[in-house]
């Protein structure tokens, strides 16, 4: 029988140390040890295993802003991966309940057993404020027979992930194949870090995978004849990822490619747009997105510390807009917020309003290597780029996740438009 006890030992003091030098106390559970890395902090509230199992996280110390995590256990069908990324797991309550009927361990034992250091009793409300205010940054997780000065003197030795190629890291060693029941399209999947569950999401669109290397040529690919390429989601910068950019620009205009999250800033970077770390990035279950093809709003699962740069002209409309309200230019607060009256009549009777509701069509547009580009998609929080569609090449892509494990199902719709344009490009070619 797995283990079910809901308690934590009391007597394991541990410690989340954090570059500013901010300190948070707790009490230590998972695998002792210390841990260094950039301290993020996710907002959704289920699905933790495949939030610390997915690639993108690796290198990096998760903060659940959820108060209790591990209630409903771990099962095998849920990882996203083949190992723990995340460095390490700071909780307000940690749980090692294995009572749900899918449950096959509890939370914390499966964690020991993968050698994760977790920190629980944190006021994780203060720590993610902390996070918003100062940004994400450098951090030691530890609990154990650790010195505080030791601890602080080798976070300064921490490298930064601003620079950091992790996708070398993540990416599999070799190429392999999955064939499913139903696939009738063949998909090269250049690997930066993918999740299993984009992977199953292919197949239930009708597509066999080939997955690469994400050292993987243009040349490589194409000698597979594939009928579309997808670039995936994956840790780290995309600014030194030289070699992934000149493969994706080998490959627009002769093959259909759809990109996310990683994939989405290689695209961008491929058309000739640039990317930036931002403040604390976007990371949870719930994440509004303005579709401005549909004009709809989706609800999204996100996973990004980076963005592709919003063309001049919007970036300027957008400064533009948090000034009349009443916000100084350029400051990183999110746009829904910035139009706040300040009493309870004024915040009851003000209309909401935001420069996302009408965007000119101008100011979407991109003149690229490969013709025109245009944004489709961008974020309700902070009005970052969410979404890229080439305009005369078959080439598209979103900086969230659409297969959303964990999170909502508004975007699945994009696997079937990626099966569209492969359909479309085979008919021109016949």
Known sequence: ???SDNKLPESTPAAVLLEDGTIYRGRGFGAPGAVFGEIVFNTAMTGYQEVLTDPSYHGQMVTFTYPLIGNYGVNRTASESGEVHSRAVIVRE?????????AEQGWTDWLAEQGVTGVAGIDTRALTRRIRSRGAMRASVYWGDFAEEEMAARLKDTPSMAGLDLAGRVTC????????INGKHRVAVIDYGIKRSILK????AGCNVMVLPASATARDVLELEPDGVFLSNGPGDPAPLDYAVECVQGLLGKLPVFGICLGHQILGRALGLKTYKLKFGHRGANHPVKNLDLNRVEITSQNHG???ELPETLESRLKSSRTAEGEPAGQAQPAAATCQPTTADQRATAPARTFFEAPPAEALMLGTGYGQARISHLNLYDGTVEGIRCLDVQAF????HPEASPGPHDSRYLFEEFVNDMVVNKVKKS
């Open 173 to 180: 060693a070799e190429p392999y194949e999955i064939e499913f």
């Open 94 to 102: 940690a749980h090692n309940l294995a009572r749900n009927c899918s």
């Open 201 to 204: 999401r292919l197949g239930a």
């Open 1 to 3: 029988m797995p283990k």
């Open 306 to 308: 980076f963005a592709v």
């Open 397 to 400: 892509s979103v900086q969230y």
